[in-house]
């Protein structure tokens, strides 16, 4: 059975019918792309994944669980984490913040002791800045772990988005166009983050993506999207292939 | 002489305010509202010292933690009730609210305890120090009010960067949205910042009523919007700027009332919050806003 197994999603706003009978299946380990011209509802499909909009009908299955109207919390709780288009990092706070605010509900102690600082806030302070500590350096990130957030360099700020996401202890990671704004070598370094990060932490992956070097490389199944609905499915070459595809990217 | 008088006044009289400027900035650095029912919770809180120690003779250290027990849950009440339901809405319809909030707590307490003058029991049962011969008086609840807000500063700020509530706090603060992605309970963690917010609240209360023993139910309505120019005048969601901005609002009001006018001081106390929003919109040590382009 698939990890993510989504049917017919669907939401309007309004008047709009904004995603419409989407349906996707993401195995366990698999690299998904999910493609689309700008605003044919992608995004949204993420925010319907993340519980930040209920879907009006349709169901979300994550490994045999159903997440279908429950809250963000409980999505996150779940095993579902995700980075944005445009970055949301803590940026007044430092990295290693970052990282820790991702592990908030592993590392359990109360508001009381943590105002009173008995034994057992040290102790999972302590288990939660090693913790953190690791994550940063499988990101290559620990040199900066004092820096405030948003003075990391851009392609940074992406990596560490894609940490704070890793430390809630995700089943599914979803990226929303890691590479937007990056050149052609920050792309190339993040093809390999995120192939390492699928291969570390034996992760899944859905991402958007517009970069189609990027895409293509990494990716090993698609789904694209036109207007709200799946345009086409299938293994990458395959899809990119097919002519009405490239035509609802380029014009006819 | 004379003049270091009247400035130890300012300080005492800026201590009770930076008491009250740190719960707005509290609340204000998290939530991003401002909870204009802030000083009549101090008000609140007086009045259960009042009872409990003039009325049933308790301990005042007791006495201190009910009401600060008190105040917490009043504070998580009101946020519960008035203000998680504006969630989301504009600012100005909580701000409303929160003017609702202050007016519905003040008629509470005309009610129940009516409109004379209490006499306050002072607390701090201290000694005053006194220098030079007695020619300079510090008195005790002074110096008190001035320790309890050096440890309330420290205690928060080491509060919020190093404890996971706190990290959660500052997480809500900048990003409501990411941070419940990251599985933090925004409600719940506002929730928090209300309660620690209102248990300052009453002992400030408990303070100022030492300080100044007459307890109506608008004690808390002056000082609690001179709190606030405080606040702002020290950077608000500042934790520093609160304690410095409210040192200095005291420090101002004092020496304007000794050298200039006793009754033009308040008015001077608010031109200074007009020249600091035209010269310095984010206060003292307010963090620059940053436009995103």
Same mark, same amino acid.
């Given at each position: 059975?698939?990890?993510?197994?989504?049917?017919?999603?669907?939401?309007?706003?309004?008047?709009?019918?904004?995603v419409n009978e989407f349906n996707i299946s993401?195995?366990?380990?698999?690299l998904y792309g999910l493609i689309g011209p700008n605003g044919a509802g992608k995004?949204?499909v993420?925010?319907?994944?993340?519980?930040?909009?209920?879907?009006?009908?349709?169901?979300?299955?994550?490994?045999?669980?159903?997440?279908?109207?429950?809250?963000?919390?409980?999505?996150?709780?779940?095993?579902?984490?995700?980075?944005?288009?445009?970055?949301?990092?803590?940026?007044?706070?430092?990295?290693?913040?970052?990282?820790?605010?991702?592990?908030?509900?592993?590392?359990?102690?109360?508001?009381?002791?943590?105002?009173?600082?008995?034994?057992?806030?040290?102790?999972?302070?302590?288990?939660?800045?090693?913790?953190?500590?690791?994550?940063?350096?499988?990101?290559?990130?620990?040199?900066?772990?004092?820096?405030?957030?948003?003075?990391?360099?851009?392609?940074?700020?992406?990596?560490?988005?894609?940490?704070?996401?890793?430390?809630?202890?995700?089943?599914?990671?979803?990226?929303?166009e890691?590479?937007?704004?990056?050149?052609?070598?920050?792309?190339?370094?993040?093809?390999?983050?995120?192939?390492?990060?699928?291969?570390?932490?034996?992760?899944?992956?859905l991402l958007i993506e517009h970069d189609m070097k990027l895409v293509s490389g990494i990716c090993e199944r698609l789904t694209v999207l036109n207007f709200g609905e799946v345009l086409a499915q299938g293994d990458t070459q395959d899809v990119l292939n097919n002519p009405e595809v490239i035509t609802a990217y380029l014009g006819s | 002489?004379?003049?270091?008088?009247?400035?130890?006044?300012?300080?005492?009289?800026?201590?009770?305010?930076?008491?009250?400027?740190?719960?707005?900035?509290?609340?204000?650095?998290?939530?991003?509202?401002?909870?204009?029912?802030?000083?009549?919770?101090?008000?609140?809180?007086?009045?259960?010292?009042?009872?409990?120690?003039?009325?049933?003779?308790?301990?005042?250290?007791?006495?201190?933690?009910?009401?600060?027990?008190?105040?917490?849950?009043?504070?998580?009440?009101?946020?519960?009730?008035?203000?998680?339901?504006?969630?989301?809405?504009?600012?100005?319809?909580?701000?409303?609210?929160?003017?609702?909030?202050?007016?519905?707590?003040?008629?509470?307490?005309?009610?129940?305890?009516?409109?004379?003058?209490?006499?306050?029991?002072?607390?701090?049962?201290?000694?005053?120090?006194?220098?030079?011969?007695?020619?300079?008086?510090?008195? +005790?609840?002074? %110096? #008190?009010?001035? &320790?309890?807000? $050096?440890?309330?500063? !420290?205690?928060? @700020?080491?509060?919020?960067?190093?404890?996971?509530?706190?990290?959660?706090?500052?997480?809500?603060?900048?990003?409501?949205?990411?941070?419940?992605?990251?599985?933090?309970?925004?409600?719940?963690?506002?929730?928090?910042?209300?309660?620690?917010?209102?248990?300052?609240?009453?002992?400030?209360?408990?303070?100022?009523?030492?300080?100044?023993?007459?307890?109506?139910?608008?004690?808390?309505?002056?000082?609690?919007?001179?709190?606030?120019?405080?606040?702002?005048?020290?950077?608000?969601?500042?934790?520093?700027?609160?304690?410095?901005?409210?040192?200095?609002?005291?420090?101002?009001?004092?020496?304007?009332?000794?050298?200039?006018?006793?009754?033009? +001081?308040?008015? %001077? #106390?608010?031109? &200074?919050?007009? $020249?600091?929003?035209? !010269?310095?919109? @984010?206060?003292?040590?307010?963090?620059?806003?940053?436009?995103?382009?």
């Amino acid at each position: 059975m698939a990890l993510l197994e989504v049917k017919n999603l669907g939401i309007s706003f309004g008047g709009l019918r904004a995603v419409n009978e989407f349906n996707i299946s993401v195995e366990k380990g698999q690299l998904y792309g999910l493609i689309g011209p700008n605003g044919a509802g992608k995004t949204t499909v993420f925010n319907l994944l993340t519980g930040v909009y209920q879907p009006d009908e349709g169901a979300i299955l994550l490994d045999g669980v159903n997440l279908t109207g429950k809250k963000t919390i409980e999505i996150c709780k779940a095993g579902v984490a995700r980075t944005f288009q445009n970055i949301r990092l803590f940026g007044d706070m430092p990295v290693l913040d970052n990282v820790k605010v991702g592990l908030h509900n592993h590392y359990p102690y109360s508001t009381l002791e943590g105002i009173l600082r008995l034994p057992r806030y040290h102790k999972v302070e302590k288990e939660m800045n090693e913790k953190a500590m690791e994550l940063l350096k499988v990101f290559g990130l620990e040199d900066y772990a004092d820096y405030q957030a948003e003075n990391l360099p851009y392609g940074q700020q992406r990596k560490l988005e894609i940490a704070r996401a890793m430390a809630t202890d995700p089943k599914l990671l979803l990226l929303d166009e890691p590479a937007a704004g990056m050149n052609p070598n920050e792309t190339k370094e993040l093809m390999d983050t995120i192939r390492f990060v699928r291969d570390h932490f034996d992760m899944t992956i859905l991402l958007i993506e517009h970069d189609m070097k990027l895409v293509s490389g990494i990716c090993e199944r698609l789904t694209v999207l036109n207007f709200g609905e799946v345009l086409a499915q299938g293994d990458t070459q395959d899809v990119l292939n097919n002519p009405e595809v490239i035509t609802a990217y380029l014009g006819s | 002489m004379s003049f270091a008088a009247h400035l130890i006044n300012g300080i005492s009289l800026g201590s009770v305010y930076a008491l009250i400027a740190l719960g707005y900035t509290m609340v204000y650095g998290i939530a991003k509202m401002l909870n204009f029912a802030h000083g009549d919770v101090i008000m609140i809180g007086g009045y259960v010292v009042f009872v409990t120690v003039s009325g049933m003779g308790m301990n005042p250290l007791a006495s201190i933690i009910i009401s600060m027990a008190v105040c917490t849950i009043l504070g998580v009440t009101i946020e519960r009730v008035a203000y998680r339901p504006l969630r989301g809405a504009s600012p100005l319809a909580v701000l409303i609210t929160a003017i609702g909030v202050s007016y519905l707590l003040q008629n509470i307490a005309l009610l129940v305890f009516g409109s004379d003058t209490k006499a306050f029991t002072n607390v701090v049962t201290l000694p005053n120090l006194e220098l030079f011969d007695g020619q300079l008086v510090i008195k +005790s609840v002074t %110096i #008190v009010t001035v &320790i309890v807000n $050096i440890i309330i500063m !420290v205690g928060l @700020t080491l509060f919020v960067r190093k404890t996971k509530i706190g990290r959660a706090m500052t997480a809500v603060s900048e990003d409501q949205g990411a941070a419940q992605l990251m599985g933090i309970n925004v409600n719940g963690t506002i929730a928090v910042t209300f309660a620690i917010g209102s248990s300052l609240a009453a002992i400030a209360g408990v303070l100022l009523c030492s300080a100044y023993p007459a307890l109506t139910p608008y004690t808390g309505s002056m000082p609690g919007i001179k709190a606030f120019v405080a606040a702002v005048f020290g950077g608000i969601g500042s934790i520093p700027g609160a304690f410095i901005g409210g040192i200095l609002l005291g420090v101002i009001e004092n020496l304007s009332k000794a050298y200039i006018s006793s009754q033009l +001081s308040d008015a %001077i #106390v608010f031109s &200074i919050l007009i $020249i600091v929003l035209l !010269v310095k919109p @984010t206060g003292l040590l307010g963090r620059k806003i940053q436009e995103k382009v």
